[in-house]
């Protein structure tokens, strides 16, 4: 169960960005995604894995305009 793992994520996203709001959504089948204004960042159903630490935050950096 990722539920830990994702409540982590959202916090730590939360306090280094700032104005961020993180909304986890739970589904099933195992599914993980990141979206930052509709862009899909991040899938652990496309990779089969969670995110590696400090991973999203990168990911979030190099999507800026």
């Known amino acids: ?31 993980f995604e990141v979206t930052v204004d509709g862009k899909l960042l991040f899938s652990k159903a496309a990779l089969d894995r969670f995110p590696a630490y400090q991973e999203i935050p990168k990911l979030i950096f190099e999507a800026a305009p």
Do not use: I, K
Not at 2 to 31: C, H, I, K, M, N
């Open 1 to 31: 169960n990722y539920a830990s793992q994702a409540a982590g994520l959202a916090a730590e996203l939360e306090s280094s960005f700032d104005g961020a709001s993180v909304t986890l959504v739970e589904g099933s089948g195992g599914r």
